[in-house]
């Protein structure tokens, strides 16, 4: 290295000569002077093209880890690829695929279709319950509801008439539901066309109230449901009240061990398990702003208990302190098949209804969750007795709740993943 | 030079594994390609086999090429051997995450020739090579093949703007040899956009990052790292250690 090395003389007069316009470091220090400084630069110069050096191989490591973990394909791949073709299949098989992208707990999409020309029947697949968080079925029935209420809102547009049976098997509550296929004239339901547009958002609402107007419009969505009721809790006393109380039962769930472990098992933090599983709960529909969740896929698959707080803290703000209404479905006895089941075709249409108008909606059962489990384990029925103070002085029950608002962003938007027909019909 | 009977040992054996470990690997990848779906438990479990053994192919065909070099005259010595380690070494790491067993032969013999031939490169020889002006324009190219990767992961505009940021990037550094100015343009016009587009993914603002602070400098005329540099210096008068001493 010649700019390292020092004049090999013992002459001042030439030493100057030789270092002065020719050599690029220039100190009058003593005779070491030039080459310590040299060194330094060196030593300085290599250190920070090794660091940078470094800062590429982690780059690429951090970009590696993107790629496996899907942050270039939020809602790509064949996880997301029901929601792109919902409405490109024929025949009976194009209810199917409608009802497939029905809300549904945990996303665990507890449904099983056996297809033939003139019928469809439902079956409840009892190998994707919730386990302890929902230990009577009551979120399950709810969920395969929503798909009831998609099936039949695609059988007009695609020229069937139904004629719907729910637990046409008596003694057999696995067989959710038949609906009998007709040729009909084709029509087009407005809540149809938003099927597709449907998510549960999961993130911050506007402080803005929801109109008296719509909550009427969604609540007669109930007219021809028997036995369905929908009850408005709008008030900034009751909603945080409620609020608390939701927060409360959040809390009470992730101290209980086998809730928390049945919770989590349908947490899919792995982009290959979305991929293949199509089912679950994911970081992107945790409604989360796109930088944070970015971070979460980076970052090694978090612990359950990590997983519980930031699902209480989430309920606690954003979710509650946003809630610009809490809606309560009721019915009159929450466990009965037959109620949860129209519970859940009117949650369905209330839930495509705010898609239509610009509201977003998101799921709130952790008071019921704790409920149930109470009730299963025959502890004192804390959070029974809320429900029962919540909606009971109606002459009904609390089967689920939800919360409602004006979106904050659009991040609470993002698809869940979904397994297509081919996976869910026998 | 004289170059001990050890390292000559070692660099022959290293020669003879990593063209076998090489050529597995792009085996292993078609293979991949090919039946990746009907062997999944094999390969890792993943689920886009194809273009996980497209990228392993891609990965191969680099430790391929730095066999060839490594086997050509004057391949084997100086800056050229940590070239030959990087080469060999990252896709033997690599490539285990992404087929999985298929990778276990290759891989074992791509790190294990690079470990031969680090065993014997010198000090002198790594420092030389990071002094390369040629190492910091390596690292643009590298910077701008994540470009490519993570493009080609994208969707839409992003996807454009990864591939031709890439090619863009790539011109800036052949650029530079003309015009400094023009190169560092090339290379914020080539940085910038994917960035923007993929803030929030937070891989591609630190590849601009990266890119802008390493070629930048890098290509300025009077920064040892820049093409132009290299010409003045060699235009320059012998230093006073050159001349002989009265």
């Not at chain 1, 939020?74 to 409405?87: D, I, K, P």
């Not at chain 1, 529909?285 to 208990?305: D, E, F, H, M």
């Not at chain 2, 990778?103 to 002198?124: E, F, N």
């Not at chain 2, 969707?155 to 031709?164: D, F, I, K």
């Amino acid at each position: 290295m010649a700019l390292t090395r020092t004049p090999v003389t013992t002459d001042p007069q030439q030493a100057a000569e030789v270092s002065a316009p020719e050599a690029p470091i220039e100190t009058p220090a003593g005779p070491n002077g030039p080459s310590h400084e040299v060194s330094r630069r060196s030593f300085l110069h290599r250190g920070a093209v090794a660091g940078g050096t470094a800062l590429v191989v982690v780059t690429g490591g951090v970009g590696y880890r993107a790629y496996d973990e899907g942050v270039f394909q939020v809602g790509q791949g064949g996880a997301y690829e029901a929601w792109r073709s919902w409405n490109q299949q024929r025949g009976p098989m194009a209810l199917v695929a409608a009802a497939i992208l029905a809300a549904n707990p945990h996303n665990t999409q507890a449904w099983i279709f056996r297809v033939s020309p003139q019928r469809i029947d439902l079956f409840a697949d009892r190998s994707r319950n919730i386990g302890a968080v929902d230990p009577f079925r009551r979120e399950m029935y709810v969920g395969l509801g929503c798909a009831i209420e998609n099936l039949i809102l695609a059988a007009g547009p695609n020229g069937y008439q139904t004629k719907l049976t729910l637990l046409p098997t008596p003694g057999q509550p696995v067989h959710a539901a038949a609906i009998e296929l007709s040729r009909g004239p084709v029509r087009r339901p407005e809540l149809y066309a938003q099927i597709p547009n449907r998510h549960t958002d999961r993130t911050a609402y506007q402080l803005r109230p929801v109109p008296t107007a719509a909550q009427r419009a969604m609540s007669a969505l109930a007219a021809d449901l028997p036995d369905t009721g929908l009850h408005w809790i709008t008030g900034a006393t009751e909603r945080g009240q409620i609020g608390a109380l939701m927060v409360a039962a959040a809390q009470a769930l992730t101290e209980d061990r086998q809730q928390s472990v049945d919770d989590n098992r349908w947490f899919r933090h792995d982009w290959d398990a979305i991929q293949r599983l199509k089912d679950g709960l994911t970081i992107d529909a945790q409604g989360l702003p796109a930088l944070t969740s970015t971070l979460a896929k980076l970052i090694p698959a978090t612990s359950r208990q990590y997983n519980d707080n930031f699902w209480v803290n989430h309920t606690r703000d954003p979710q509650a302190r946003t809630a610009a209404a809490y809606g309560i479905i009721s019915v009159p006895d929450a466990q009965n098949d037959h109620h949860r089941l129209n519970g859940g075709r009117l949650l369905e249409r209330i839930h495509l209804w705010t898609a239509g108008h610009g509201l977003s909606l998101g799921h709130m059962n952790q008071i019921t969750e704790r409920a149930d489990r109470e009730r299963q384990l025959g502890a004192t029925p804390t959070f029974g007795n809320a429900t029962r103070e919540l909606v009971t002085a109606r002459g009904t029950e609390q089967l689920v709740a939800f919360r409602i608002g004006y979106p904050a962003t659009g991040d609470g938007r993002r698809l869940s993943p979904r397994r297509p027909t081919t996976e869910v019909t026998r | 030079m004289n170059v001990p009977a050890r390292r000559l040992t070692l660099d022959r054996a290293a020669g003879r594994l990593a063209p076998v470990g090489a050529v597995l690997g792009v085996l292993a990848g078609i293979v991949g390609v090919a039946v990746g779906p009907s062997i999944r438990n094999v390969v890792g479990n993943k689920l886009d086999t194809t273009t996980l053994g497209f990228a392993t192919i891609a990965l191969s065909a680099i430790a391929v090429a730095a066999t060839f070099a490594w086997g050509r005259p004057g391949g084997s010595i100086g800056g050229r051997r940590l070239g030959t380690i990087l080469a060999l070494a990252l896709p033997g790491a690599v490539c285990f995450t992404t087929i999985g067993q298929l990778w276990y032969p290759s891989g074992v013999l791509l790190l294990g020739a690079s470990i031969l031939i680090a065993a014997t490169t010198t000090r002198t020889e790594l420092a030389g090579a990071i002094d390369e002006p040629r190492w910091l324009r390596g690292l643009i190219v590298v910077l701008g093949c994540y470009y490519v990767f993570l493009g080609g992961d994208s969707h839409g505009s992003a996807r454009v703007a990864g591939v031709l940021g890439a090619a863009v990037i790539c011109a800036a550094v052949l650029a530079a040899r003309h015009s400094a100015r023009l190169a560092r343009t090339l290379l914020v016009v080539g940085a910038l956009p994917f960035a923007v587009l993929t803030w929030w993914s937070v891989v591609t603002p630190l590849a601009a990052l990266l890119i802008l602070a390493i070629g930048l400098p890098a290509l300025h005329p009077n920064r040892p790292g820049a093409p132009r540099a290299e010409a003045a210096t060699d235009k320059r008068p012998a230093l006073p250690d050159a001349q002989p001493v009265h």
